[in-house]
């Protein structure tokens, strides 16, 4: 139980183009989901809360205008990046909270969607 | 602020040999504390965790006690296995919500 899936797993895209990320709970419904952003050889950086139903809660230096948050249900969640450029290339992991658990303060993981912008 | 430290890598190991990834923590309360796994090209994978000081998690031969005092969460295995090769990383939460990472130590072990 508790599988978190991510859509898709690898995209290229052109500069300038909008990609958009999935993140699913599976068997599980996830009210809070986190999108972090992971550069080569480095640790994992929280680009926002995404609460179902409400707006994203963005950390300091993520534009929120650029990295476009939507939970519009239970089990899904997406990231969109607008007129990407190169430097968005990154690896964007996203994360659930299974609130049905007795273990509040676990995060169930993605595997990881990896951005290539041309 | 709340920060967790841990060792550079990388680490290379010959298979068979003991494993030690330190890891420390700087927070204001009590978190738990976590080790996460990372196999190339994947995401994150919950190895272990610790809920409460002097509590040891355990999972696939690793281990790592809650140290108070210390403010430490070592990651140890007594063998390691080529299978073993990826990147570690410890965490510390304190309510599930915010999770803060240390920088990853990626291990590679050698047959």
């Known amino acids: 139980g508790a599988v978190v899936s991510q859509h898709p797993s690898r995209v290229i895209c052109k500069s300038g183009t909008s990609v958009k990320i999935e993140c699913r709970s599976l068997?599980?419904?996830?009210?809070?989901m986190f999108w972090y952003r992971q550069f080569p050889k480095q640790s994992l950086m929280l680009m926002a809360t995404s609460n179902e139903g409400s707006k994203a809660t963005y950390e300091q230096g993520v534009e929120k205008d650029k990295f476009l948050i939507n939970h519009a249900s239970l089990t899904l969640s997406t990231l969109t990046v607008t007129s990407a450029h190169p430097e968005d290339s990154s690896f964007y992991i996203c994360?659930?909270?299974?609130?049905?658990?007795?273990?509040?303060?676990?995060?169930?993981f993605g595997p990881g969607t990896r951005l290539t912008v041309l | 602020g709340d920060s967790v430290t841990q060792m550079e890598g990388p680490v290379t190991l010959s298979e068979e040999a003991f494993l030690t990834i330190n890891c420390t923590y700087t927070?204001?309360?009590?978190?738990?504390l976590f080790w996460y796994v990372q196999y190339p090209g994947e995401g994150l994978q919950l190895l272990l965790k610790a809920t409460k000081a002097d509590d040891k998690g355990s999972n696939k031969g690793f281990e790592a006690t809650y140290r108070k005092e210390t403010t430490s969460f070592h990651l140890e295995k007594g063998s390691v296995q080529v299978s073993d090769s990826a990147v570690y990383f410890c965490?510390?939460?304190?309510?599930?919500?915010?999770?803060?990472f240390g920088t990853g130590t990626s291990l590679t072990v050698i047959p």
């Open positions: 068997d599980f419904q996830a009210t809070t």
């Open positions: 994360s659930a909270i299974n609130p049905g658990t007795l273990d509040y303060n676990e995060q169930f």
């Open positions: 965490a510390l939460s304190f309510t599930g919500n915010q999770f803060y």
């Open positions: 927070a204001t309360g009590y978190p738990s």
